[in-house]
């Protein structure tokens, strides 16, 4: 079972959609959670951290559902220029190094 | 401030030979790391500093060296490349390991 693990998409949604992904890791130790997002042949950015309690960041919100081991991202109102790779990040704690655990990444397509 | 670059953009050597991909950040951070980003699958670590003369290995270091003689450079020198090496590679900084990472805009490599 890889570490974490996301639906590779691609989704496709009209503008003004609301789409949500999920993500799941195996470690139940895992420390810190992290969405980025990943443009076209370009780097990978940060979008938000993901904190137990929940966070939104304008039209995006994340969550953290510990006892299931998944986080998940929702966008509203989606915009063309939402069009992206989204990345699930996870930091595995200090047994593994505290180093970064990356998924392979969801395709969002969004059409107008 | 340039954040992190990497040079050069675009490689494309044969099999056995051997080059460094250049990665250097002016941010100041002590966390540097390389990764590698192959289609269907997630960036992969392969080596990691946590400071000036500290590197270690990460997920996927075999066919790789690294260095770290300043806080600013962090060269990746592959000693005999192989076909199983083509991939695009990125070069991350960090004020802080489990945190943002901060990305270069990677190198894309074919090795023929």
């Known amino acids: 079972r890889k570490e974490v693990e996301q639906d590779p998409g691609p989704f496709n949604v009209p503008e003004g959609a609301t789409v949500a992904f999920n993500c799941t890791y195996s470690?139940?130790?895992?420390?810190?959670f992290f969405w980025y997002r990943q443009d076209c042949r370009k780097e990978p950015k940060l979008l938000m951290s993901?904190?137990?309690s929940g966070n939104e960041d304008g039209r995006f919100t994340a969550q953290l559902n510990r006892a299931s081991q998944y986080i998940s991202l929702l966008i509203r109102d989606s915009k063309l220029s939402d069009s992206a790779t989204y990345l699930c990040v996870v930091n595995p704690g200090l047994e593994y190094g505290n180093k970064l655990v990356f998924g392979a990444g969801t395709i969002l397509r969004v059409k107008s | 401030n340039a954040g992190v670059t990497q040079t050069p953009k675009f490689q494309v050597l044969k099999t056995g030979q051997s080059m460094t991909l250049q990665c250097a950040q002016d941010m100041n951070h002590e966390y540097m790391s390389w990764y590698r980003q192959d289609p269907g699958m997630g960036l992969r670590l392969i080596h990691y500093s946590v400071g000036a003369g500290i590197t270690d290995q990460g997920e996927v270091p075999n066919g790789y060296n690294v260095s770290r003689s300043t806080t600013e450079d962090f060269p990746l020198r592959l000693l005999s490349a192989a076909p199983s090496q083509t991939s695009v590679y990125f070069c991350?900084?960090?004020?802080?390991?489990?945190?943002?990472?901060?990305f270069g805009p990677g190198t894309r490599l074919t090795v023929t």
């Open positions: 991350a900084s960090s004020d802080r390991g489990i945190y943002e990472q901060y």
């Open positions: 470690n139940s130790a895992s420390q810190s």
């Open positions: 993901v904190y137990s």
